[in-house]
Every structure is written in C-alpha cells, then in structure tokens.
C-alpha cells in the first residue's frame, strides 16, 4: 500500500531512485530545502510499504491578483512504479492545497517532446495554455508547454483561455 506524506529532509538522502530519470528535472539540496522551508504543504511524497521513495511532487503558490496560482515545480514518479495513479494523486494533492489557498488556477511546465506527460495532464484537466520557446536548456533548447487547469475561484474560467502565440521565458510572469 502507497503511503502519502509530507516530503522531509530525510527523504532527500533518499530519492536519486525516482531523480536518475531523464525526464525529470534536478535540482541542488538548497532548492528543495528552499521549497520545504516556504511551501511544505505543496511538497508531499509517496512511499513504498518498505519505505521506498516511489515519487513526490513539489510546487508552491505564486502571482497577485488574478494570476495568484498554485504551480508544479517538479512531480516525478519512479519507472518501477508508474502507471498506478501516483502521479494524478499527487496531483489532487496540489490542486486541494491550491484551493485552499484561494489559487485561480494551477499551472506547470512540460517539455513538448513529453507526449506521455501531457497526455496524463489532458486527462487531469488540463490544458496548453501557451508555449514557452527555449524553456529548458539543452543542446538544442527544447520549448516547454505552460499547461493549466482552473480552481473554482475562477468561476469564467479566464486563466485557461490558451494564448495564440508564443512566449519567450524572460515573458513568464
């Protein structure tokens, strides 16, 4: 049985088994201190019954005004346990916890060559709501999809109208 928590700082001598994914963007020890520090709630794990870390999702709540959103920093689920609904419950997760904090909208970033992802997030919900050109470093650069999914504080659903051109990453607020 998946047992989810909060993430702790223990868990991050304990997570290069779900990290090593190529997919899955890595960060140093002071950007995950940094998130658990001010956003503990949008950072949550999910743990094997032998205390294996299966996969964890971290984000935080970001924006003024209308723009006041819940953003996934990172959600990476472990090969040997994908395709068992982890990833949309840590999700759900975030999502409950955007609501609470009164969010408009929940929003993340996905590389466009990652068909699986996005479809797991269409089926979530979300949408593309623009693309970000030259988002993640590589060689070359790869563009990154904006995808969102709107809280119920946004009752006309305007932070989902999809932008009809492209940004640069310097546009993202």
Not at 14 to 35: A, C, I, M, R
Not at 54 to 62: C, D, L, Q, S, T
Not at 80 to 101: C, Q
């Amino acid at each position: 049985m998946t047992t989810i928590r909060p993430f702790t700082c223990e868990d991050m001598l304990k997570f290069n088994n779900v990290n090593l994914d190529p997919l899955t963007e890595t960060y140093g020890l002071s950007f995950y201190t940094q998130y658990l520090a001010h956003w503990p709630e949008f950072f949550q794990v999910a743990e094997s019954p032998s205390g294996e870390i299966m996969g964890y999702i971290m984000g935080k709540a970001e924006g003024l005004g209308d723009n006041w959103h819940g953003h996934v920093t990172a959600l990476t689920v472990s090969p040997d346990y994908r395709r068992l609904g982890i990833a949309a419950t840590l999700m759900n997760i975030l999502e409950d916890v955007s609501e609470k904090k009164k969010a408009y909208f929940v929003d993340l970033f996905v590389r466009v060559s990652n068909k699986v992802a996005i479809n797991m997030y269409k089926n979530l919900g979300y949408i593309v709501y623009r693309t970000v050109l030259e988002y993640y470093s590589g060689d070359p650069d790869e563009d990154a999809y904006d995808m969102r999914k709107a809280c119920s504080r946004d009752v006309h659903k305007k932070s989902v109208i999809p932008l009809s051109h492209p940004v640069r990453p310097e546009e993202v607020d």
